[in-house]
């Protein structure tokens, strides 16, 4: 490394710049207090916030849930069995072909699963629609007439490790 002679002190010309250089313009204890630079709150607290997202979305992440449902509209009719309700909901030919037997079934009083998809159509006013059969098991006995089919239910952390 080359080295040069400056006011009687020898400095190294490269990468690294040399010790003391800063200290050498600073003469007293007043201009020490000038000198010093504080750094601006505002970065401070715009990365407490962002650290603050990053984590709420985290927790989201692992607890939260999502689900894709599909409304339906429900037929009741009188259970042959015990306690439990049994209905039926009359799918399009696009919408059947997304629900299998097992899935959740929730309204707002009562949670079933669907027991038969059925395969053949039944026409009304020139169109056809094909029967889902649905047995609701807990919850209330109310005839909620209103409900959704769960066709998939994951949690968002899933997404990142599958």
């Known amino acids: 490394m080359d080295m040069e002679e400056k006011n009687g002190k020898k400095e190294t010309k490269g990468i690294w ?9 600073v003469k007293s204890q007043d201009q020490l207090e000038t000198y010093l630079e504080v750094a601006n709150p505002g970065i ?3 990365l407490a916030a962002v650290m ?3 984590g709420g979305f985290l927790i989201w992440a692992i607890f939260g849930n999502i689900e894709d449902t599909m409304k339906i509209s429900l037929v009741y009719k009188d259970s042959p069995v015990g306690d439990s309700l049994h ?5 399009s030919e696009k919408d059947v072909g997304l629900v299998t037997n097992g899935m959740k079934v929730r309204t707002d009083n009562n949670t079933g699963v669907v027991i038969n998809v059925s395969g053949t159509a039944v026409s009304f006013h020139d169109k ?3 029967p889902v059969s649905i047995s609701f098991n807990s919850g209330s006995k109310e005839r909620d007439h209103d409900g959704v089919i769960i066709l998939m239910d994951f949690r968002p952390i899933e997404l990142v490790f599958n």
């Not at 209905?87 to 799918?91: E, Q, V």
């Open 17 to 25: 710049r040399t010790k003391g250089r800063s200290q050498d313009e």
């Open 44 to 46: 401070r607290i715009f």
């Open 52 to 54: 603050i997202l990053l």
């Open 87 to 91: 209905a039926t909901a009359y799918l």
């Open 128 to 130: 056809e629609f094909y």
